[in-house]
């Protein structure tokens, strides 16, 4: 308990400790001190013992982008060019000035101040040189070219510094820095740099110090290629200002490409590269190891520096470097929250058409006769209006015997043709009711208009299930891609490594590998191959080889090769179905036409079904090859849009029914095929039956409903059934199954699928027609359509590549 509480108060210490630097941080940049600090320092650097580029570009970039900040770095960089030399001060001061002068003119006038800016940066600085040259009477040509050297130098600077200075702010980027931008913040460091030249610490040089640092830590976050680029810049940089610092350049570049080389060591072995870096150039030119020593203390202690950085700030400049570990997580949080978020709005979407589907499924409120009370009420009500209103038995039969009236008359409404032949009804009636004939008259014309409001009730009854399913199918399949949108791509680091590893030991290079599922039955795995020749690599021997691996048949779904020889190609490896399907068709138009009523179709669903249908247009010629082909595009359409069958053929339905005012209907004939488990589902839409063949064995699939496009709802019956490798499933129109001249055309057609000889699905296909033609001897009198489909077990092409290695069964069993 004792110790939970020490371990509390630390981590409220740490957190107190890391709110006050926060504040801290924020006070320095919001005060002005920070800026004018660097305002100093840049002040204070010249290069080349005379030149002082920097300070006028730096109070011209603040004056655009922090305008708040504009006096104090102005009074910074006159301060920091006094520290140097009075003549430096009054030149800087001179420059700035002007440049306010021409600002103040260029502002009224100009919209793109940044294009403008580095233009006043050169102007300003050649007129306080020239004017310096006009006082001292030293208007020379050599004076003239160092002013012109010196004001090309600071319009490149403004040009960085507007582009760097904004990264100063400490304030969190929400984007990724590019490779320009991190070259000039770092030109922006050295130039930083350059304004402590001449301060030392024990004889140890600031700039050298805080050179080497810089260079360690950035090539500890970005490797050798940043590590070298940094030094490069900055040994080049503090070389300009100091010639004596001419050898630092080759040691920070060299420092950098060592440490960015050890980074694996992590801080330790980037401190080794400078080390060593130091050494080899050190003692370059048979220099001994004690003038070595000052540049040795320095890295040692830029090093010692390096080590007491915290992680958090390292890995918080590494967020915007691309390349590296921290800017990959940061991209990976985005894409993320961009996928969640997107997730989200299809979520609210499949949410409000289930909604919407709930509110069409309200049904009114029926009797026990399944009649809307509503309706027939006020079907009573209007008859009494006319007759019951100005009778003076009025209130002996509404009120006294309310039950009796009012059955009396729904009785009447109901079976109107039966109580008129009923005499002791009818003497009942005349009974109970002084204008007996009058009520019976207005019943029977009342009713016809009682009957077509009910039949347009039920119409849009029957409209508004049919919609409450299509919406219903919508929000499933929208809820489904929501599921897919936040499937997270997953890691699978040692199948990767084994992979590529295998692969490699058979002489293929792998350029990238992206493992996306490796779940049973849904692997799906992207690479690019190096070179490609084009043989049938992927099929030959990754596919067989990733089958071993993951225990499953894999099989190649798409090839992309590239149009040159030893390009890159991309392969994309998915598991492969249990079950594969082969079909064959043939067809015929009536009378030898070339064009046919009948259309088929066989579709592949990326759910992992296989759809075979079949329509007959009503009629024969064009029109009805239309109607038939149009049904099954639409059907397609929306089967591979992830909707359920029945509710697509619903959906067909409603379409084509409300679309032709002409009686032209279509019959379909759907069967959809499991092909993980060989299950099978036929919905026949007044569609002959479909026969499946098991060796000797002939089984009949029928189901009886009203060509598609008749009524606007209907249920669709679906017969279900569980087929079996080397089934031949046997589908066709009605001018096959009832073309055949024989009297029991079902006994017929069984005898004949019986005595097939052959499981090819096209000669059966072309067997059964010719079989149908040969009865009519040769006379077609209708369209005739006939699609077979061969089910078997889906066996791989190639056997399976057994290569492992044995660094990575080492692996997998620790």
């Not at 594969?580 to 079904?609: C, H, M, P, Q, R």
Request: net charge neutral; charged share 20%; with cysteine.
């Amino acid at each position: 308990m004792r110790s939970l509480t020490v371990m509390k108060g630390v981590n409220l210490q740490f957190l107190w400790f890391k709110r006050l630097m926060v504040k801290m941080e924020k006070l320095i940049v919001q005060s002005g001190i920070f800026v004018f600090a660097i305002g100093l320092l840049l002040g204070r650097a010249v290069i080349l013992n005379e030149m002082s580029p920097f300070a006028i570009p730096f109070f011209a970039s603040i004056l655009l982008l922090k305008r708040e900040y504009a006096k104090v770095t102005f009074f910074g960089v006159i301060l920091g060019a006094s520290f140097y030399s009075l003549e430096n001060s009054l030149f800087v001061a001179t420059g700035a000035m002007i440049l306010l002068l021409l600002n103040k003119m260029i502002e009224r006038r100009s919209k793109d101040l940044l294009k403008t800016l580095p233009i006043l940066v050169l102007i300003s600085g050649f007129s306080s040189r020239v004017l310096f040259m006009a006082f001292e009477q030293s208007m020379v040509t050599t004076e003239f070219i160092v002013a012109a050297v010196e004001s090309s130098l600071s319009l490149l600077l403004a040009m960085i510094f507007l582009q760097s200075i904004p990264l100063l702010t400490l304030k969190p980027l929400k984007r990724t820095l590019r490779n320009e931008e991190i070259v000039c913040f770092i030109i922006l460091l050295a130039s930083i740099l350059t304004g402590t030249i001449g301060w030392t610490v024990y004889d140890m040089s600031l700039e050298n110090l805080f050179a080497r640092y810089i260079v360690m830590l950035l090539a500890f976050i970005g490797g050798a290629a940043i590590g070298a680029t940094v030094g490069v810049v900055i040994g080049l940089i503090l070389s300009l200002a100091d010639v004596a610092s001419l050898s630092q350049m080759s040691l920070l570049a060299f420092s950098g490409l060592l440490g960015g080389l050890l980074k694996e060591g992590k801080k330790f072995g980037v401190g080794i590269g400078l080390i060593v870096g130091t050494l080899l150039i050190g003692m370059y030119g048979g220099k001994t190891l004690t003038s070595v020593y000052p540049a040795l203390l320095e890295s040692l202690v830029a090093f010692l520096l390096f080590l007491i950085t915290p992680q958090s700030a390292i890995k918080k400049i590494a967020r915007y470097i691309p390349g590296t570990n921290e800017h990959s997580k940061e991209q990976q949080q985005y894409l993320k929250k961009l996928r969640d978020v997107t997730a989200n709005r299809v979520e609210q979407f499949s949410s409000l058409f289930q909604t919407l589907s709930n509110s069409f499924t309200q049904a009114p409120s029926l009797n026990e006769d399944g009649k809307d009370n509503s309706e027939i009420d006020y079907y009573l009500s209007r008859v009494t209006e006319k007759s019951c209103q100005t009778c003076f038995k009025k209130e002996a039969c509404w009120v006294n015997h309310f039950d009796k009236t009012y059955d009396f008359m729904k009785q009447m409404m109901h079976n109107y043709e039966k109580t008129s032949t009923n005499f002791t009804f009818q003497r009942e009636w005349d009974k109970h009711c002084v204008k007996s004939k009058k009520v019976k008259e207005l019943i029977q014309y009342e009713l016809s208009f009682y009957e077509a409001n009910v039949k347009l009730r039920q119409k849009v009854a029957e409209s508004q299930r049919l919609v409450a399913d299509q919406l219903l199918g919508v929000s499933q399949v929208m809820g489904n891609f929501a599921k897919e949108i936040q499937r997270e791509r997953e890691h699978h680091a040692f199948q990767e490594d084994q992979i590529v590893e295998s692969l490699y030991g058979l002489g293929l290079e792998i350029d990238t590998i992206d493992i996306y599922s490796l779940e049973s039955g849904q692997a799906d795995i992207e690479m690019t191959l190096s070179s490609c020749s084009g043989h049938g690599e992927g099929e030959k021997i990754i596919a067989p080889l990733l089958s071993d691996i993951l225990k499953e048949t894999i099989i190649v779904k798409k090839e992309e090769h590239a149009h040159y020889p030893g390009g890159l190609c991309t392969l994309m490896f998915g598991s492969a179905k249990a079950y594969v399907v082969e079909t064959g068709f043939a067809n015929a138009a009536k009378g030898g036409a070339f064009v046919s009523g009948d259309s088929y179709s066989t579709i592949e669903l990326s759910s992992g079904k296989y759809a075979i249908a079949i329509s007959d247009g009503m009629g024969n010629g064009e029109r009805a090859h239309f109607e038939s082909s149009d049904t099954l595009q639409l059907l397609a359409k929306i089967l591979q849009s992830g909707i359920d069958e029945t509710v697509a053929i619903k959906s067909v339905n409603s379409v084509l029914s409300l679309r032709t005012k002409d009686d032209i209907f279509s019959t379909l004939d759907l069967s959809m095929i499991d092909l993980q488990n060989a299950s099978a589902k036929f919905l026949k839409i007044a569609s002959t039956p479909s026969f499946i063949k098991r060796g000797d064995q002939v089984i009949m699939i029928e189901s009886s409903n009203l060509p598609i496009g008749i009524l606007q709802e209907f249920d669709v019956e679906v017969v279900s059934e569980q087929l079996k490798a080397g089934d031949l499933l046997i589908m066709m129109s009605d001018g096959i199954y009832e073309g055949a001249n024989a009297e029991n055309k079902e006994m017929w057609m069984k005898r004949k699928i019986r005595e097939l000889k052959t499981e090819d699905p096209q000669e059966v296909a072309d067997l059964i027609l010719e079989e149908v033609i040969r009865t009519r001897h040769g006379d077609i009198q209708d369209d005739m359509t006939v699609v077979v489909a061969n089910i078997q077990h889906n066996l791989p092409k190639w056997k399976t590549i057994p290569f492992y290695s044995s660094n990575l069964k080492r692996k997998k069993a620790q």
